[in-house]
């Protein structure tokens, strides 16, 4: 998921014998001895994987079906990201749930849910079509192969981010409007803050849950002055303490949620969810 080309199978990772691996002797009972994993990315996120295999005998990935898999793997991230949006404005279950806009050919909003109107009148310049949606429909419309998104700063205060996607073959574009995930509203608040960038490094691994020494190992730094970067955070961001930073960062803003996809789609509901972040670890639930 962190590697540079995003794609690998386990007899690359194993110098082309994988038999002496406890995943491997879990394959071949089920039948499968070559295993390949691909992760789906759209941007910076990861919103899930494609895990194909074989069985013994077949022949070995290729290098031109791999390329193949990497051509497509855009493709099918995009499904994977609004096939878990779209579900969670269809079918929201909480206040703030995300909503559904439809915008025509001629930009006016054909369609949206009750929680995709709630959220527009709180944007800037408010109801019917705010600026904020027609740039991120504009962004879809002439950038296809890029993901639209824009955040905004809605009038309550809270953090509002909208994806666009255009139909296929069609000028109507989707908007999926949701609260800002955690992550990328503490993105918006260092820079507003002017964190330097050894200071964000020491809230990322705050934020991590490593102690000072983990950190000073980490930054290879000394103690002393990862508490000296800590104390300037502190004076920038208006808080006395971690607790109080990791609050202010993730759940001041955005209330934690879990649901499990299984279940859902045992139950012939839509998925809800969120990508990967970046590093490769998963986005607090929500």
């Given at each position: ?9 386990l007899?690359?990772l ?6 002496g691996?406890k995943r ?7 039948g ?26 077949s022949p ?6 791999k ?11 995009q ?12 079918d ?7 909503g ?5 050919a001629?930009?006016?909003i ?16 408010g109801?019917p ?6 740039a991120?429909v504009?962004q879809?419309?002439t ?7 824009s955040?905004?700063r ?5 953090w ?7 139909f296929?073959?069609?000028d109507?574009v ?14 918006l ?5 002017g ?13 991590e849950?490593?102690?000072?020494a983990?950190?000073?190992r980490?930054l290879?730094?000394?103690e002393?002055?990862?508490?000296q ?6 004076e ?7 607790r109080?930073m ?5 759940f001041?803003?955005y ?10 789609v045992?139950?012939?509901?839509p998925m809800?969810?969120?990508p990967a972040?970046?590093d ?7």
């Amino acid at each position: 998921m962190r590697s540079d080309r995003g794609i690998s199978t386990l007899h690359e990772l194993t110098d082309g014998d994988p038999t002496g691996t406890k995943r491997w002797q879990e394959n071949i009972k089920l039948g499968g001895d070559q295993e390949l994993i691909m992760r789906l990315r759209v941007g910076s996120d990861t919103w899930g994987a494609l895990g194909l295999y074989r069985e013994p005998g077949s022949p070995m990935f290729s290098e031109a079906e791999k390329g193949f898999l990497l051509a497509a793997s855009v493709h099918l991230a995009q499904g994977a990201r609004r096939a878990l949006l779209f579900g969670e404005a269809s079918d929201p279950d909480w206040p703030d749930a995300p909503g559904l806009a439809v915008v025509s050919a001629k930009g006016e909003i054909d369609s949206l849910t009750d929680a995709a109107s709630r959220w527009l009148a709180l944007l800037p310049g408010g109801p019917p079509v705010p600026a904020a949606l027609r740039a991120v429909v504009h962004q879809a419309r002439t950038r296809p192969h890029r993901a639209a998104e824009s955040r905004v700063r809605a009038e309550n205060g809270s953090w509002v981010t909208l994806r666009a996607a255009r139909f296929a073959g069609e000028d109507r574009v989707a908007v999926i409007v949701e609260p800002t995930q955690p992550a990328r509203i503490f993105e918006l608040m260092v820079a507003a803050h002017g964190l330097t960038q050894r200071e964000r490094e020491v809230v990322r691994h705050v934020l991590e849950g490593r102690s000072t020494a983990g950190i000073a190992r980490a930054l290879v730094v000394s103690e002393h002055t990862v508490q000296q970067h800590l104390k300037s955070v502190f004076e920038r961001l208006g808080v006395r303490s971690r607790r109080e930073m990791v609050a202010r960062a993730f759940f001041t803003h955005y209330a934690p949620r879990f649901r499990d996809n299984e279940d859902r789609v045992a139950a012939g509901m839509p998925m809800r969810g969120s990508p990967a972040v970046p590093d490769g670890t998963t986005a607090p639930a929500r």
